[in-house]
């Protein structure tokens, strides 16, 4: 009898393990696909960068390209350059600066920006 009750404990332990694994499958099963159509059913893409996927034209505007190629362009010489208003000109020396030395500041242990 003692023999019987032993084999019968024995594979009462193996259904109950062979039970957990199959249930531990399943779950893990579900969990992957649960996981899998949440990803696919979700856009990660935001409305703002979606605009900005949209596909560029890829025909070329002939009248933007013929305008650019008739666009003259100043030689050197002639570029003028803005003149100074005269009230930025002050040769006041009571409106200049004092010349006292500008203060360094020490150079500190971090790098800064």
Wanted: no cysteine; aromatic share 6%; proline share 7%.
């Amino acid at each position: 009898m003692r023999l019987i009750i032993k084999d019968l404990k024995h594979w009462q332990k193996k259904r109950d393990i062979l039970n957990f694994s199959i249930l531990t499958l399943v779950t893990v099963i579900l969990w992957i696909g649960f996981e899998l159509y949440h990803t696919y059913s979700q856009s990660t893409i935001n409305e703002e960068v979606q605009s900005h996927l949209e596909p560029f034209n890829p025909s070329l505007d002939q009248d933007v390209l013929t305008s650019l190629s008739d666009r003259q362009t100043l030689s050197e010489d002639l570029i003028l350059q803005t003149p100074v208003p005269e009230s930025e000109l002050d040769t006041d020396s009571e409106a200049s600066p004092s010349s006292t030395p500008i203060s360094t500041a020490s150079p500190s242990a971090s790098p800064s920006l």
